[in-house]
């Protein structure tokens, strides 16, 4: 049988296999709200071990895109339980992805009088979809002020509380894809100089304050974080190699420390070899591997050890039996490139499946 398929276990996850669903953005969330479209949407996918959700806002200001949902208000924690209880019955565990968007945001997404903010007053280049004015661009952030940086990291910690309220197992920090944890860790973004801001060990102490908050409020094992060393997306733009891996190495041995359930790794082709290394050293719990694995690829990589868990993406996006035709060795869907993020359930929730 394919390891991929056996269950896993770990001191924090016990999962029914090694499959994750990777976070996507779905932008279903008609005003922000979690609801019945996308409990369907997760349950027709729970045949993976773990699901974790597309990015979720912990606060008003963190609404970037539209139509992605909250976890701020209690309509939003009743939404998510058609999720999560749907999920459940399947066996399957369920992380929320907390996702602060920062920069990457547009006011037109956000509610009245909310401003987008970063961690600095720099813009990231390019735009950005709005339902009301279309494509815009990408204004300038109002830079967190120190306490404002406390008052997000507060809202982190009544979101991760509000999304166990909600009957989630955990939640993963979106530190990944250049949203707000990553614009404070790359120096081309944070040029604060404040304690967030400057050295190394100042720009990650926010992902590291988030992280050690967070497992305080809901405990280590309920909490996951995902990165992207060397990543540029969302306008970060490389900076020094030395540096880059300094920072990824540092921030794997604080989890470490804290307890971490997992750290989620997007793989992309410009994270070197040894970095990733340094982080199985330094981090002593899951790995999670997720971009562009095919069940060839996921097997070879759990076989040799570098990954514990493998996380699908778009796969999962236009398969919702992909565990069903892993085992067949089935050709999978091709994903729908033109429904990604509207508001309807086409190329969503109608995708083929092998068995009715």
Excluded at 38 to 60: D, H, K, N, V
Excluded at 290 to 299: F, L, V, W
Aim: charged share 15%; proline share 5%; net charge negative.
């Amino acid at each position: 049988m394919k390891k991929l398929l056996m269950p896993y276990s770990s001191p924090a996850l016990n999962l029914k296999n090694h499959l994750v669903m990777a976070p996507m953005t779905r932008s279903r969330a008609i005003g922000n709200l979690p609801n019945a479209l996308m409990a369907e949407y997760y349950s027709q996918r729970s045949g993976a071990g773990l699901i974790i959700t597309e990015g979720t806002a912990p606060a008003p200001e963190a609404l970037g895109y539209a139509r992605i949902p909250g976890i701020f208000s209690s309509e939003q924690i009743e939404g998510w339980k058609l999720t999560t209880s749907a999920v459940h019955k399947n066996n399957t565990k369920i992380f929320l992805q907390l996702m602060h968007t920062g920069r990457i945001g547009h006011p037109a997404n956000l509610p009245e009088d909310v401003q987008v903010v970063g961690a600095s007053t720099i813009a990231a280049a390019g735009q950005m979809h709005t339902d009301i004015a279309g494509m815009q661009d990408y204004p300038v952030p109002v830079a967190l002020s120190t306490l404002g940086v406390q008052n997000v990291i507060s809202g982190y910690v009544s979101a991760a509380k509000n999304a166990i309220a909600a009957g989630f197992d955990g939640v993963e920090l979106h530190a990944a894809n250049g949203y707000l944890i990553e614009q404070f860790l790359n120096p081309n973004v944070n040029n604060r100089t404040d304690i967030y801001g400057g050295s190394m060990e100042n720009r990650a102490r926010f992902a590291i304050e988030v992280a050690q908050r967070v497992a305080d409020a809901i405990g280590k094992e309920k909490v996951g974080v995902r990165i992207s060393p060397n990543s540029t997306l969302g306008d970060l733009q490389a900076y020094d190699a030395d540096t880059t891996q300094e920072t990824y190495i540092h921030l794997s041995r604080e989890f470490n420390r804290i307890g971490l359930a997992y750290v989620h790794i997007s793989i992309n082709p410009q994270i070197p070899a040894q970095t990733l290394a340094a982080i199985r050293t330094e981090f002593e719990g899951t790995l999670i591997y997720c971009n562009t694995y095919t069940a060839e690829k996921a097997e070879a990589e759990l076989n040799n050890g570098d990954a514990d868990l493998i996380a699908f993406g778009r796969a999962f996006l236009a398969n919702p039996d992909l565990e069903q035709r892993i085992i067949n060795g089935t050709e999978l869907n091709a994903p729908d490139f033109t429904t990604l993020y509207t508001p309807s359930s086409k190329g969503y929730t109608d995708y083929p499946v092998l068995f009715n």
